[in-house]
């Protein structure tokens, strides 16, 4: 079964490990490209935007795809819509996987928000050493602040940077032990980030809730109207072995114009 997994996430490399040592699938993994050294998943990979729906469209039907899994960061919220309109547009069922968020303990001080702008408001409203902690993408939502800026990302943000600030390269996952002993020596008064959910950068909020910092949680743009959802990496598994013999190319609804 001719799979498309939409990645950039352990999920979606998970994913593909699992499935291409299984017979009956073909499996081609996507990366947007944006990450300079980017953990490769295995198997066949493509790398680089589609050139919006009607590309992605294109590529799916010159690749013969038969079901799509978005297993994209759940803030990358662009493709995912992408991919649920072509291939609504091709007949192709699409599977969304989507961590589950991030939940508040006892003892954090979390203040939720739904977008970068207001998460800007936040941070500027409960300190003046910031920790943004939001990857390379959204900084320039913060450009305007007179706070001082931790920026952590994996590759440098492009566009505009708060004045004052420090970049730190690095990507996770980070101990907690490494999270406390960099919002102490920073001095940290409040942390920004997206609710990306998962355990492998949760450290920085176990840090935050034992020092009693405040964070700012960036809510996710939702999911098309009507997506199909899975949680986990094994529930996407059994669908796709769900899909395995039912989906056939031939026999596919061709309800595209054209
Ligand atoms: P986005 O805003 O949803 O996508 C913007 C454009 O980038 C898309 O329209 C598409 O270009 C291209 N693109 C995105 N993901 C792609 C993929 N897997 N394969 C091919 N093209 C892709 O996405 P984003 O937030 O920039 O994230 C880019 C990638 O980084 C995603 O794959 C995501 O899983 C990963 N990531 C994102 C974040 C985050 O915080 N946003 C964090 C960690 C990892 P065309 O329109 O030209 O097809």
């Known amino acids: 079964m001719k799979t498309l997994i939409l990645g950039g996430t352990r999920e979606a490399r998970e994913l593909a490990d699992i499935a291409s040592g299984e017979r009956g699938f073909d499996i081609v993994s996507s990366l947007a490209g944006r990450v300079r050294d980017p953990v490769l998943p295995v198997g066949e990979v493509r ?103 931790l920026i952590r990302a994996i590759d440098p943000p492009d566009g505009a940077m708060p004045v004052d600030h420090e970049l730190l390269l690095a990507r996770g996952p980070f101990s907690v032990a490494d999270e406390t002993a960099l919002l102490t020596g920073q001095r940290i008064d409040v942390m920004v980030t997206k609710d990306s959910g998962g355990a492998l950068t949760e450290a920085k909020l176990i840090a935050a809730r034992e020092l009693g910092i405040p964070v700012v949680m960036i809510g996710r743009p939702p999911l098309p109207a009507g997506a199909e959802q899975v949680e986990t990496v094994a529930a996407a598994w059994d669908w796709l072995r769900a899909r395995r013999g039912t989906a056939r190319w031939a026999d596919r609804p061709r309800s595209e114009p054209g």
């Open 47 to 149: 790398v680089g935007g589609f050139g919006g729906v009607g590309g992605l469209r294109e590529w799916l039907r010159g690749n013969g795809i038969e079901v799509v899994v978005d297993a994209t960061h759940p803030f990358a919220g662009g493709i995912t819509a992408n991919a649920a309109t072509a291939a609504a547009s091709l007949g192709i069922p699409v599977l969304h996987v989507r961590r589950p968020g991030w939940t508040e303990q006892p003892g954090d001080r979390w203040m939720r928000v739904p977008d970068l702008a207001l998460a800007a408001e936040a941070a500027a409203a409960l300190g003046k050493r910031v920790f943004l902690t939001i990857g390379r993408q959204g900084v320039a939502a913060f450009a305007h602040s007179d706070a001082w800026f």
